[in-house]
């Protein structure tokens, strides 16, 4: 269990965030289209893996007002990344769809990130890549709570 009287386990958690926050950013910079703003990326990446959903709930999504994802929405569109149908139940509200270029660009972006991590990880011995691999789950879990 996590002691944060313990001088080593505070020393762990300061790697930690110190490691992850400088992966990430070097994560954020490598993007195949750099016209995209993080925040239309990161909607399309939400619509991408949840399906289609009315601007509101992906603006929770994203943790955006409303009228931030609308203006994300509108560029969107504009550019053919996304679709506005009609919802099936309420035709007072609009569905988001990603299209097939959208996903076309987050495949590259995924594809370019995953490159460059495994050129990383290349780097590291037999031991460190282990632990890395074995700990690749909780980092997720971690994010994701």
């Known amino acids: 269990m996590l002691d944060l009287d313990s001088a080593e386990?505070?020393?762990a958690v300061n790697t930690l965030r110190m490691g992850v926050l400088r992966l990430a950013r070097r994560l954020r910079h490598?993007?195949?289209d750099r016209t995209l703003s993080l925040?239309?990326?990161s909607?399309?990446?939400?619509?991408?893996?949840?399906g289609a959903m009315?601007?509101?709930e992906l603006a929770r999504?994203?943790?955006?007002q409303p009228p931030s994802m609308?203006?994300?929405?509108?560029?969107?569109?504009?550019?053919?990344?996304?679709?506005?149908?009609?919802?099936?139940?309420?035709?007072r509200q609009k569905l988001v769809t990603a299209t097939d270029q959208a996903k076309a660009i987050l495949r590259a972006n995924q594809d370019q990130r995953n490159a460059w991590l495994t050129q990383l990880a290349a780097q590291l011995d037999e031991d460190e890549w282990a632990r890395l691999r074995d700990a690749a789950p909780v980092l997720h879990k971690l994010a994701h709570l």
Do not use: K, N
């Open 70 to 91: 609308t203006r994300i929405i509108a560029v969107l569109e504009s550019r053919g990344l996304v679709r506005l149908e009609p919802h099936p139940e309420d035709r």
């Open 54 to 56: 009315t601007l509101g």
């Open 39 to 41: 925040a239309e990326m």
């Open 9 to 11: 386990d505070v020393a």
């Open 61 to 64: 999504q994203e943790h955006v």
């Open 43 to 50: 909607a399309i990446g939400t619509l991408v893996r949840c």
């Open 30 to 32: 490598l993007r195949v």
